[in-house]
T-cell receptor, first 114, second 109 residues
Protein backbone atom coordinates (compact mmCIF):
# COMPACT_ATOMS: atom_id res chain seq x y z
CA UNK A 1 0.00 0.00 0.00
CA UNK A 2 1.43 3.35 -1.01
CA UNK A 3 1.84 5.89 1.74
CA UNK A 4 0.98 9.56 1.82
CA UNK A 5 2.74 11.36 -1.01
CA UNK A 6 3.83 14.98 -0.81
CA UNK A 7 5.60 17.25 -3.23
CA UNK A 8 7.86 19.02 -3.44
CA UNK A 9 10.14 17.68 -0.72
CA UNK A 10 12.07 20.91 -0.49
CA UNK A 11 11.27 24.45 -1.53
CA UNK A 12 13.30 27.63 -1.24
CA UNK A 13 11.63 30.92 -2.07
CA UNK A 14 12.08 34.59 -1.37
CA UNK A 15 9.70 36.38 0.95
CA UNK A 16 6.52 37.73 -0.62
CA UNK A 17 6.55 34.96 -3.23
CA UNK A 18 3.71 32.44 -3.45
CA UNK A 19 4.23 28.73 -2.81
CA UNK A 20 2.05 25.65 -3.07
CA UNK A 21 2.30 22.18 -1.58
CA UNK A 22 0.54 19.07 -2.85
CA UNK A 23 -0.61 16.00 -0.97
CA UNK A 24 -2.01 12.67 -2.13
CA UNK A 25 -3.39 10.70 0.84
CA UNK A 26 -3.58 6.95 1.21
CA UNK A 27 -6.29 5.55 -1.03
CA UNK A 28 -9.62 5.38 0.76
CA UNK A 29 -8.64 7.73 3.57
CA UNK A 30 -11.41 10.26 4.02
CA UNK A 31 -9.70 12.46 6.60
CA UNK A 32 -6.79 14.67 5.59
CA UNK A 33 -4.70 16.98 7.75
CA UNK A 34 -2.19 19.71 7.04
CA UNK A 35 0.30 20.52 9.78
CA UNK A 36 3.32 22.70 10.11
CA UNK A 37 6.22 21.66 12.27
CA UNK A 38 9.08 23.81 13.46
CA UNK A 39 12.38 22.30 14.54
CA UNK A 40 12.15 20.83 18.02
CA UNK A 41 8.40 21.29 18.22
CA UNK A 42 5.36 19.13 17.74
CA UNK A 43 3.10 19.43 14.69
CA UNK A 44 0.60 22.29 14.64
CA UNK A 45 -2.69 21.66 12.88
CA UNK A 46 -3.52 24.04 10.05
CA UNK A 47 -6.61 22.39 8.62
CA UNK A 48 -8.54 19.12 8.73
CA UNK A 49 -10.74 17.79 5.93
CA UNK A 50 -13.47 15.18 6.05
CA UNK A 51 -13.78 14.24 2.39
CA UNK A 52 -13.90 17.61 0.60
CA UNK A 53 -15.21 19.58 3.56
CA UNK A 54 -12.87 21.61 5.76
CA UNK A 55 -14.20 20.73 9.22
CA UNK A 56 -11.49 22.46 11.26
CA UNK A 57 -9.59 25.44 9.86
CA UNK A 58 -9.53 27.49 13.03
CA UNK A 59 -5.70 27.54 13.10
CA UNK A 60 -5.23 28.43 9.44
CA UNK A 61 -3.97 32.02 8.93
CA UNK A 62 -6.55 32.82 6.31
CA UNK A 63 -5.02 36.14 5.32
CA UNK A 64 -2.20 34.33 3.55
CA UNK A 65 -2.91 30.59 3.68
CA UNK A 66 -5.50 28.72 1.66
CA UNK A 67 -6.23 25.07 1.06
CA UNK A 68 -8.46 22.97 -1.08
CA UNK A 69 -9.33 19.34 -1.43
CA UNK A 70 -11.19 18.92 -4.66
CA UNK A 71 -13.11 15.65 -5.09
CA UNK A 72 -12.12 14.64 -1.59
CA UNK A 73 -8.79 13.11 -2.57
CA UNK A 74 -5.70 15.23 -3.32
CA UNK A 75 -5.17 18.46 -1.48
CA UNK A 76 -3.19 21.64 -2.06
CA UNK A 77 -1.97 24.11 0.54
CA UNK A 78 -0.97 27.57 -0.65
CA UNK A 79 0.81 30.48 0.97
CA UNK A 80 0.60 33.89 -0.65
CA UNK A 81 2.63 35.89 0.12
CA UNK A 82 5.19 33.91 2.10
CA UNK A 83 6.89 35.48 5.10
CA UNK A 84 10.19 34.64 6.77
CA UNK A 85 8.34 33.07 9.69
CA UNK A 86 6.67 30.55 7.41
CA UNK A 87 9.91 28.57 7.15
CA UNK A 88 9.00 25.15 8.54
CA UNK A 89 8.19 21.60 7.51
CA UNK A 90 4.66 21.21 6.17
CA UNK A 91 3.26 17.78 6.87
CA UNK A 92 0.23 16.13 5.34
CA UNK A 93 -1.45 13.23 7.10
CA UNK A 94 -4.46 11.05 6.44
CA UNK A 95 -6.61 8.61 8.37
CA UNK A 96 -9.21 6.12 7.32
CA UNK A 97 -12.03 6.92 9.67
CA UNK A 98 -12.71 8.84 12.82
CA UNK A 99 -10.45 11.40 14.39
CA UNK A 100 -9.26 8.90 17.00
CA UNK A 101 -7.80 6.72 14.27
CA UNK A 102 -4.09 6.51 13.61
CA UNK A 103 -2.78 9.25 11.34
CA UNK A 104 -0.37 8.35 8.56
CA UNK A 105 2.05 11.14 7.75
CA UNK A 106 3.74 12.00 4.51
CA UNK A 107 7.46 12.88 4.34
CA UNK A 108 6.73 16.59 4.47
CA UNK A 109 7.83 19.62 2.50
CA UNK A 110 10.65 21.64 4.00
CA UNK A 111 10.04 25.30 3.17
CA UNK A 112 12.77 27.91 3.48
CA UNK A 113 11.78 31.53 3.00
CA UNK A 114 14.71 33.88 2.40
CA UNK B 1 -5.24 26.74 28.51
CA UNK B 2 -4.37 23.42 27.00
CA UNK B 3 -0.91 22.06 27.55
CA UNK B 4 1.33 19.04 27.12
CA UNK B 5 4.51 18.61 29.14
CA UNK B 6 7.21 16.10 28.38
CA UNK B 7 10.97 16.13 28.95
CA UNK B 8 13.03 17.73 26.22
CA UNK B 9 15.72 15.09 26.11
CA UNK B 10 16.60 11.75 27.68
CA UNK B 11 19.60 9.47 27.38
CA UNK B 12 19.59 5.69 27.86
CA UNK B 13 21.84 2.72 27.20
CA UNK B 14 21.34 0.07 24.56
CA UNK B 15 19.55 -2.94 26.02
CA UNK B 16 18.11 -0.97 28.94
CA UNK B 17 14.59 0.26 29.69
CA UNK B 18 13.44 3.88 29.52
CA UNK B 19 10.20 5.57 30.54
CA UNK B 20 9.12 8.81 28.85
CA UNK B 21 6.54 10.74 30.84
CA UNK B 22 3.84 13.06 29.57
CA UNK B 23 1.38 15.18 31.51
CA UNK B 24 -1.53 16.90 29.84
CA UNK B 25 -4.18 19.50 30.50
CA UNK B 26 -7.00 19.63 27.99
CA UNK B 27 -10.59 20.79 27.76
CA UNK B 28 -12.19 17.39 27.86
CA UNK B 29 -10.34 14.25 26.82
CA UNK B 30 -10.73 11.79 23.98
CA UNK B 31 -7.54 9.82 24.23
CA UNK B 32 -3.78 10.09 24.16
CA UNK B 33 -1.42 9.24 21.33
CA UNK B 34 2.28 8.49 21.14
CA UNK B 35 4.19 8.95 17.90
CA UNK B 36 7.82 8.28 17.05
CA UNK B 37 9.72 10.66 14.80
CA UNK B 38 13.23 9.99 13.52
CA UNK B 39 15.26 13.04 12.60
CA UNK B 40 14.20 14.44 9.25
CA UNK B 41 11.34 11.99 8.91
CA UNK B 42 7.58 12.03 9.45
CA UNK B 43 5.95 10.93 12.71
CA UNK B 44 4.76 7.32 12.87
CA UNK B 45 2.03 6.03 15.18
CA UNK B 46 2.98 4.03 18.24
CA UNK B 47 -0.07 3.85 20.50
CA UNK B 48 -3.48 5.21 21.47
CA UNK B 49 -4.90 5.03 25.01
CA UNK B 50 -8.35 6.20 26.02
CA UNK B 51 -8.92 3.99 29.07
CA UNK B 52 -6.78 3.83 32.20
CA UNK B 53 -4.13 1.18 32.30
CA UNK B 54 -1.19 -0.27 30.48
CA UNK B 55 -1.22 -1.45 26.89
CA UNK B 56 1.68 -3.52 25.69
CA UNK B 57 2.80 -3.80 22.10
CA UNK B 58 6.03 -5.69 21.69
CA UNK B 59 8.94 -3.77 23.20
CA UNK B 60 6.77 -0.66 23.61
CA UNK B 61 4.07 -0.13 26.26
CA UNK B 62 1.91 2.89 26.97
CA UNK B 63 0.18 3.77 30.21
CA UNK B 64 -2.62 6.20 30.94
CA UNK B 65 -4.08 7.67 34.12
CA UNK B 66 -6.99 9.96 33.25
CA UNK B 67 -7.48 11.12 36.82
CA UNK B 68 -3.87 12.30 36.99
CA UNK B 69 -3.64 13.63 33.43
CA UNK B 70 -0.60 11.45 32.98
CA UNK B 71 0.80 9.00 30.49
CA UNK B 72 4.09 7.29 29.91
CA UNK B 73 5.73 5.39 27.11
CA UNK B 74 7.92 2.49 28.19
CA UNK B 75 10.57 1.19 25.84
CA UNK B 76 12.28 -2.11 26.70
CA UNK B 77 15.41 -3.76 25.33
CA UNK B 78 16.50 -0.50 23.77
CA UNK B 79 18.10 -0.63 20.35
CA UNK B 80 20.15 2.03 18.61
CA UNK B 81 17.31 2.48 16.09
CA UNK B 82 15.09 3.69 18.95
CA UNK B 83 17.01 6.96 18.93
CA UNK B 84 14.29 9.39 17.89
CA UNK B 85 11.88 11.98 19.21
CA UNK B 86 8.75 10.70 20.94
CA UNK B 87 5.70 12.91 20.63
CA UNK B 88 2.84 12.83 23.11
CA UNK B 89 -0.51 14.20 21.89
CA UNK B 90 -3.80 14.49 23.77
CA UNK B 91 -7.19 14.84 22.09
CA UNK B 92 -9.58 17.35 23.58
CA UNK B 93 -13.37 17.43 23.65
CA UNK B 94 -13.46 18.95 20.16
CA UNK B 95 -11.33 16.08 18.87
CA UNK B 96 -8.40 18.40 18.34
CA UNK B 97 -4.95 16.94 18.97
CA UNK B 98 -2.78 18.95 21.33
CA UNK B 99 0.83 17.99 20.61
CA UNK B 100 3.79 18.12 22.93
CA UNK B 101 7.17 19.35 21.72
CA UNK B 102 8.56 15.83 21.84
CA UNK B 103 11.22 14.05 23.87
CA UNK B 104 14.48 13.44 22.09
CA UNK B 105 15.76 10.02 23.13
CA UNK B 106 19.47 9.36 22.73
CA UNK B 107 20.62 5.74 22.93
CA UNK B 108 24.25 5.09 23.80
CA UNK B 109 26.05 1.81 23.19
Amino acid sequence: EAGVVQSPRYKIIEKKQPVAFWCNPISGHNTLYWYLQNLGQGPELLIRYENEEAVDDSQLPKDRFSAERLKGVDSTLKIQPAELGDSAVYLCASSSGGVTDEQFFGPGTRLTVL
Amino acid sequence: GQNIDQPTEMTATEGAIVQINCTYQTSGFNGLFWYQQHAGEAPTFLSYNVLDGLEEKGRFSSFLSRSKGYSYLLLKELQMKDSASYLCAAMDSNYQLIWGAGTKLIIKP
